[in-house]
């Protein structure tokens, strides 16, 4: 599985727009892309899940270049409630492999 | 179907007891999935399912660990003669099959003492 490199904390304001980057060097051709997050006292939820370009949903855009080497988690205009760890897992659909993830703490 | 349970939300036991948690995943998912989690520390995968079949158990932590899933419906994670470093939270997960995407939806956890 490839390994995945994210940093540790990240703080924020609310209403700005918060990058998350992930490196994951060693990923695979079938090796997808999927972000999770994660309140205290509550297991993981799924954000946005990608194999190449860029994807959008509801929540965030999920940008990934041409080599596939890192991606970026976007989240547009945080609010206090985007609080939380967010993870970056690299691998086959069934493959769930989290690492320690990024707190991400915002700041009114 | 309201997600994936999981039972007990908490449990407390004494060392050297055994304790059995379990899980029901959401109905129509094939694949189960379960994680210890630790305070700090990202969800660490034990073992997972699809249906009743074991497909990956190399990660459970100890030979005091071991999971079922007898129907390919609900399982149980059972860890025998507690020690004090099992204490954690322990979290369920289940996903489809079929399709290039696939969101794992998790239970609430049960959190583990052990005193």
């Known amino acids: 599985l490839a390994k995945t490199t994210q940093p540790i904390s990240m703080d924020s304001y609310e209403g700005q727009e918060v990058n998350i980057t992930c490196s994951h060097n060693n990923i695979a051709t079938n090796d997808y892309i999927t972000w999770y997050q994660q309140f205290p006292s509550q297991g993981p939820r799924f954000i946005i899940q990608?194999?190449?370009t860029k994807v959008t949903n509801e929540v965030a855009s999920l940008f990934i270049p041409a080599d596939r080497k890192s991606s970026t988690l976007s989240l547009p205009r945080v609010s206090l409630s985007d609080t939380a760890v967010y993870y970056c897992?690299?691998?086959?659909?069934?493959?769930?492999?989290f690492g320690t993830g990024t707190r991400l703490q915002v700041f009114p | 179907d309201t997600g994936v349970s999981q039972d007990p939300r908490h449990k407390i036991t004494k060392r050297g007891q055994n304790v059995t948690f379990r899980c029901d995943p959401i109905s129509e998912h094939n694949r189960l999935y379960w994680y210890r989690q630790t305070l700090g520390q990202g969800p660490e995968f034990l073992t997972y399912f699809q249906n009743e079949a074991q497909l990956e158990k190399s990660r459970l932590l100890s030979d005091r660990f071991s999971a079922e899933r007898p129907k390919g419906s609900f399982s149980t994670l059972e860890i025998q003669r507690t020690e004090q470093g099992d204490s954690a939270m322990y979290l369920c997960?289940?996903?489809?099959?079929?399709?290039?995407?696939?969101?794992?939806?998790f239970g609430q956890g049960t959190r583990l003492t052990v005193v």
């Open positions: 997960a289940s996903t489809g099959t079929g399709g290039k995407f696939t969101e794992a939806f």
């Open positions: 897992l690299v691998g086959p659909t069934d493959k769930l492999i």
């Open positions: 990608g194999y190449k």
